[in-house]
């Protein structure tokens, strides 16, 4: 699993906490299921959540090993049986809450939490000064 470099994940997460934290309604048997991460069609394992909103990116999704998609109706079609569906009206606005509860602090203005001292470097029109 790759590490986020700018933020704690906080997972595992149930479903069944995804489900009540983001107002979605369940439509999976099994709400007890542990989720690791969110990730992209592509780089998702059977551990994570993805996001399937375009029928655009078909393609990826019928390889895609996640475990769990949030999608349309519409779209679910194009997911492997693998891959359990949980439908949703609006997939952006459910995947922004769901990524909120693996990643809390992304969406602060906080920049100050543990930034690292940078080399006193200066770039001025395109030239790279090294102080």
Known sequence: MSKNPFFDNK???SLKLIFSKCNIKENLKDNK???SDVKNLNESSNND???FHS???KNEAIKTKAKICIT???L???LPNTCKPIIVDNVLLSLAKI???FYPTSSTDDFEINLKPINKSIIKKNKLIVG
Do not use: A, Q, V
Request: a positive charge; hydrophobic letters at 30%; charged letters at 25%.
């Open 11 to 13: 997972g595992p997460i």
């Open 33 to 35: 299921i542990k989720i």
């Open 49 to 51: 959540i993805t996001f």
């Open 55 to 57: 029928s655009k990116y």
């Open 72 to 74: 349309t109706d519409s």
């Open 76 to 78: 679910c079609k194009h």
């Open 99 to 101: 990524t909120k509860l």
